[in-house]
């Protein structure tokens, strides 16, 4: 992977920093809604298709949906995505992992 987007990608984001200091997961970055659906408009915004940007680390990611597709590039390390409640999957360094809208699922270490 290109040094720059790794570097980029490698960067403690606000939330990250706050979940270091004993937060926890900010479902208000992602959602307005009840159900933890990942909305599009919060992440990409409204004259976006597609974004790059790193994961929440640090802590488990609680179950969700996305309202699009989203594909997962693990760039360091191991992963665990508990995919509709029981398929387990271990993402490695350099693996991806594509998921559909209809996918609920959280994220966890490895």
Not at 66 to 89: L, P, Q, R
């Amino acid at each position: 992977m290109n040094k720059l987007i790794l570097e980029r990608l490698s960067q403690i984001t606000e939330e990250e920093r706050q979940i270091l200091d004993g937060g926890k997961v900010d479902k208000s970055i992602y959602t307005d809604s009840e159900e933890f659906t990942v909305k599009s408009s919060k992440i990409l915004g409204y004259e976006r298709f597609i974004e790059m940007r790193p994961h929440t680390r640090f802590t488990k990611f609680p179950k969700h949906r996305h309202n699009y597709i989203e594909m997962i590039y693990n760039c360091k390390g191991k992963t665990s995505h508990v995919i509709n409640g029981s398929d387990e999957i271990v993402l490695n360094e350099g693996e991806i992992l594509l998921l559909g809208t209809d996918a609920v699922h959280e994220v966890g270490f490895a």
